[in-house]
């Protein structure tokens, strides 16, 4: 189970981790905090030698009911940043975080490697194409709505079968425009309750009929926080708790916060 990153198969028969990296003012957890470019590239270096593989670019806060943000200041946001990453550490493998097809466009012809769509198309017409045309690879989310709306459109019969249906779907035309590499994200605490994205997890090993890579992003949640009463600062125990899950139900990709703890997760893990 292979992707092509920039000429580089990446084997994610063993799984890997996916250091995020929000250049946003308003993120749930990390808003903010990386501004300035002394502060960017001091997070990028503990990632990248803490064992992350990629890292996952982005300018959009999608936490629920965050603010619209116009395309200009998207990329505005994105290409110095993403600019001084590259030079700094050119064979980082930059995934970037947008459903907007002139971002994903303008991110791959700078030096990006994956575009992450929470969207899975839906948020932009142009973007499956886009993809195909670019032949990236595409992490494609699970969601209704948008980060506006989303929190009222939990209504589901049966999540774990609607969401599979979703899915497949959105592989059937991901295919037909001739996109290679897909990767599926469920997207927990997104249009979902924390009930429903723990019945999620409790059926993940089912999402593996889909035959591709799966992407899984806890990392410090509100479904990990408010369970245990606390906040997003002390909510790493239970994304540990949660990684370990995932990996034992075959997740490829753990997408965090907190590098260090989740590389140790997969060698533990790796041992069973």
């Given amino acids: 189970m292979t992707i092509n990153c920039l000429g580089n198969l990446v084997d994610l028969s063993t799984p ?29 270096e503990k990632m990248v030698k803490e064992g992350a593989t990629f890292i996952d670019m982005g300018a959009y806060s ?5 603010e619209w943000v116009s395309e200009e200041e998207e990329l505005m946001r994105l290409m110095p940043a993403m600019a001084v990453v590259l030079q700094n550490f050119p064979e980082t493998l930059l995934s970037v975080d947008t459903f907007r097809t002139k971002v994903a466009k303008e991110a791959i012809q700078n030096g990006a490697c994956i575009i992450n769509d929470i969207t899975a198309g839906s948020g932009d017409e142009n973007m499956m194409q886009t993809i195909a045309e670019l032949q990236v690879p595409y992490i494609m989310m ?14 589901y019969q049966d999540i774990t079968k609607e969401m599979l249906f979703y899915f497949s779907e959105k592989v059937a035309v991901a295919r037909s425009y001739g996109i290679n590499d ?4 469920p997207g927990f605490g997104f249009a979902k309750t924390t009930v429903q994205n723990f019945e999620v997890v409790n059926n993940l090993e089912l999402f593996q009929m889909l035959e591709l890579p799966l992407l899984v992003g806890f990392s410090r949640k509100s479904m990990i926080y408010k369970t245990l009463g606390t906040t997003a600062d002390f909510a790493q125990n239970g994304t540990t708790v949660l990684n370990t899950i995932a990996l034992q139900k075959g997740a490829n990709i753990l997408r965090v916060h907190d590098v260090k703890e989740a590389i140790e997760v997969i060698k533990i893990v790796a041992q069973l």
């Fill in 16 to 44: 890997k981790v996916m250091g995020i990296l929000n250049v946003t003012p308003n993120s749930f957890y990390d808003g903010g905090n990386y501004s300035d470019e002394k502060s960017l590239l001091q997070q990028v």
């Fill in 62 to 66: 999608s936490k629920p009911n965050a």
């Fill in 142 to 155: 699970h969601m209704k709505g948008n980060p506006q709306t989303m929190q009222g459109l939990t209504n």
């Fill in 182 to 185: 897909l990767i599926l994200d």
